[in-house]
Each structure stands twice: as C-alpha cells, then as structure tokens.
C-alpha cells in the first residue's frame, strides 16, 4: 500500500503522482470531500494546535496525498515546538503540490487532475488567486470543475467519478480558509506551467 507513496516521495513524477492518486482513491476511507481538511483549518483558525496536531498524528492514508493537509500538520508541528516534524510536513506538502501541478496546466484540454475538493483551494491559493464563480462542465475526459477568479483567470479542474457525484449532489464551493496561508515556496515556480 506504500509502495507508491515511498516511490513518489523517492522520485517525484507525474506518473507516480498519478499512481498515488489511484492508491489512496482505493483506501476504504477514502472520501474526496471529506472534512479532514476542513476540520484542520477550523482548528488552526481557532488557535487550538494541540488537537490538531494529535489529528495530524493520526492522519489517516486516505489523507497523504493532500498538500493541505501536510501543511496543516506542519502548522501544527511548529506550534508543539516539533520543528523536525515540521519541516519534514512542509516537505511533504510541497510534493504533493509538485504532484498536482505535473497532472495538468489547468486548461480545458490539461485539466488538473484533482484527488480531493481540496485540491482546488491549494492550487488557488498556490497562485494567489480568488475564485469569484465556478461552474461545471462535462467534457470527454469527464466531469471538470472550472473556476474563474476575480483576475478572469480560468482554471479547470478534472474530478473524479466519486468527486463528481459528490459535486453535483452537494454542490460544495471552493472555499479557503482565513487561516489557509500561501502554499509552498518559489521553488516550485519552476515545476508549474502556468505564471507565478
């Protein structure tokens, strides 16, 4: 069950990315619009960092290829006084936003090819963008979720069967956290196709 997570981690690639994506998606507890992430940064915005962090502690498999969730960890490593821990998260959390960037470019033939509803947030947030209004679109590659920010900019996002079933049942908007912060450095500037 590991393997592909070591792999990626090991030697990041779109192909390993992908291949984690599948290996986490087959988790019993997998759920793409889980309220792991949400739950995380209600705790961070409320300053509550010992339970996040035996929350992160615990985190569950289903969970590690999720760049938000390894930056809450780190948040909360660094406010137990772990910063080890700490670093090692923000590690794994630029990964996996190196990860998602591989999968596409964000267009509407290149679609960023999503595990969780997270997945939005961080890539917005990634490029310090805001969404104003979003919108679904069926496309042969499937169910795409496209946001326009308030700079006009458009990126589409490819969702899962089970994300797209969950997105049109429950209609769940992007929303960012007050307490989510910028995600990762420059350093993954170079890695992304689209501007900075």
């Known amino acids: 069950m590991i393997d592909h997570y070591q792999a990626f981690l090991e030697a990041p690639s779109r192909e390993g990315f992908l291949k984690l994506q599948e290996e986490v998606q087959s988790e019993a507890d997998f759920c ?22 035996d929350l992160t502690e615990l985190m569950p498999f289903a969970w590690v290829g999720s760049p938000s969730a390894h930056l809450y960890a780190s948040i909360a490593a660094q406010q137990m006084g772990c910063p080890d821990d700490a670093e090692l998260e923000r590690f794994l959390c630029e990964t996996m936003l190196e990860g998602l960037l591989e999968t596409g470019d964000g267009s509407l033939d290149h679609p960023y090819q999503i595990t969780y509803l997270s997945d939005r947030q961080d890539l917005l947030a990634y490029f310090s963008l805001t969404c104003e209004k979003q919108h679904l679109v069926r496309s042969p590659q499937g169910m795409m979720d496209v946001v326009t920010a308030t700079t006009g900019e458009q990126i589409c996002f490819l969702l899962g069967d089970t994300m797209a079933d969950t997105q049109l049942n429950d209609r769940h908007p992007v929303r960012i956290s007050a307490a989510h912060p910028r995600l990762a450095s420059k350093r993954l500037a170079a890695c992304s196709p689209r501007r900075v």
């Open 32 to 53: 793409a619009a889980g309220g792991f992430v949400d739950q995380l940064a209600d705790l961070c915005q409320g300053g509550r960092y010992e339970q996040m962090f």
